[in-house]
């Protein structure tokens, strides 16, 4: 049986976990607000500089050439956007993965001791059904054990997914750019 410093020891542990996710949650937060004002600096500054390139156009073709020039670092910096979200939620999330992970290997510690300490002290003639409880905690460990993996390989799978997503459309972009800059030469 548990003691009652056992559980105020574990609602403290909780509560500490509890407060790191907390600040964990907010330091993503922070980034993502951070790389957001950093995004509209840049965006208005460059704003600026392309409507004075545009004031200075002579003729359509020039129009043309600066419309083109724009184009490829636009999807770039797009790209470059998408990969720092990505990197952030990816950062944050796997904190939270860690303390579930260390979590539920302590839950699994500690049932294992509660249940070896019911069948160490369980009466005569109760074998089997102390038999059929350390199969199912095993088929559970193992169960969890096979959706951790399987989390695993999927996040691999998205993130590589995400990484051919991003080349493609960086590929894309400057073919466009290649033939927009033929078109008007």
Known sequence: MLTADQVLDQQKNLQASLFGLTAKAFEGYEKLVELNLQVAKTALGEAAETAQQAITVKDPQELWALQAS????????AVAYSRHLYDIASSTSSEFVKL????????QVKFGAVVD???????????????????????ANNAYESLHKAAK?????????????TSTAVKATQNATRTAKRATA
């Open 70 to 77: 724009l184009l490829q670092p636009t999807a770039e910096k």
């Open 117 to 139: 300490n019911a069948t160490k002290n369980a009466p005569a003639g109760t074998e089997n059904a102390v038999a059929l409880v350390k199969s199912a905690v095993a088929a």
């Open 153 to 165: 390989q999927a996040s691999e799978i998205a993130e590589s997914n995400f990484n051919a997503v």
């Open 100 to 107: 579930a992970e260390s979590q539920v290997a302590d839950a």
